[in-house]
């Protein structure tokens, strides 16, 4: 079964930048489609980006289109979130998430394996 563990989160500044981590076991992970999601207190786990096991599709939230980069490495094992120009409504717990699928995928009911999240907290 994949596992996955996140890092990279932390307190940041209105306008700063995060990247985050996410190192997944498993020699299947380079075929699964990956994405990130995230949850703020008292709200429900929304969807941040996804993209396909190859990198070859990428798929963002309105909410961070324009901000927000998705990327992996699959040699490593690694899914990467690039957050710039965060706001204070970006703070949440982040997830990691993969599903066996290839394609992208925005549909939280998908995405088989999750990580244990990694708080971002950006203050104004």
């Known amino acids: 079964q994949v596992q996955l563990v996140e890092s990279g989160g932390g307190l940041v500044q209105a306008g700063g930048s995060l990247t985050l981590s996410c190192v997944a076991s498993?020699?299947?992970?380079?075929?699964?489609?990956a994405g990130w999601f995230r949850q703020a207190p008292g709200k429900e786990r929304e969807f941040v980006s996804t993209?396909?096991?190859?990198?070859?599709?990428?798929i963002y939230a309105d909410s961070v289109k324009g901000r927000f980069t998705i990327s992996r490495d699959n040699a490593k094992n690694t899914l990467y979130l690039q957050m710039n120009k965060l706001k204070p409504e970006d703070s949440a717990v982040y997830y990691c998430?993969?599903?066996?699928?290839?394609?992208?995928?925005?549909?939280?009911?998908?995405?088989?394996?999750w990580g244990q999240g990694t708080q971002v907290t950006v203050s104004s």
């Open positions: 998430a993969a599903t066996g699928a290839k394609i992208a995928l925005q549909r939280m009911s998908l995405y088989a394996y």
């Open positions: 498993g020699r299947m992970f380079s075929s699964y489609a």
């Open positions: 993209i396909t096991e190859s990198s070859t599709n990428k």
